[in-house]
């Protein structure tokens, strides 16, 4: 619903913004032409920026499959370490000194749930329960 309350609003802006007297609407026209041809044809006139364009685009395209592929195997793998994970590591840097490394949580058990006790856990009271009668 809010969707085409927005949608509404910006078409009606874009409405309000178009102009009214025909000569302006004719140069409009003409130079919204212009502009989607040369958008259109860039590429034939830049053979050599497209062909950078297309390099990044396909490096950029690695890197995004990467992130979404290591981020799909740390959800399902819980955020635990696999031995025998794929992922490559994402940072070639030194390793931190041991001064500034920060120290390390424990490991928690699978059945650790935190410090709450057993009666933490138990549902809070919801009062009387009230018995129905057939009417």
């Not at 502009?35 to 830049?46: I, P």
């Not at 709450?116 to 009417?135: M, S, Y």
Request: with cysteine; charged share 20%.
């Amino acid at each position: 619903m809010m969707f085409l309350i927005r949608l509404a609003f910006w078409l009606g802006l874009l409405v309000l913004l178009l102009p009214t007297d025909e000569r302006q609407q004719a140069r409009f026209s003409t130079t919204a032409l212009a502009a989607v041809e040369r958008a259109t044809t860039f590429c034939e006139r830049n053979t050599q920026t497209c062909a950078v364009a297309a390099q990044l685009w396909a490096t950029f395209l690695k890197k995004a499959e990467f992130g979404a592929r290591m981020a799909v195997d740390l959800v399902s793998s819980g955020g635990r370490s696999d031995e025998g994970a794929t992922l490559q590591p994402l940072r070639t840097e030194p390793a931190r000194s041991p001064a500034h490394a920060r120290p390390k949580a424990e490991p928690k058990l699978p059945g650790d749930r935190g410090t709450l006790a057993p009666a933490d856990l138990t549902p809070a009271w919801r009062g009387a329960q009230i018995q129905r009668t057939g009417l």
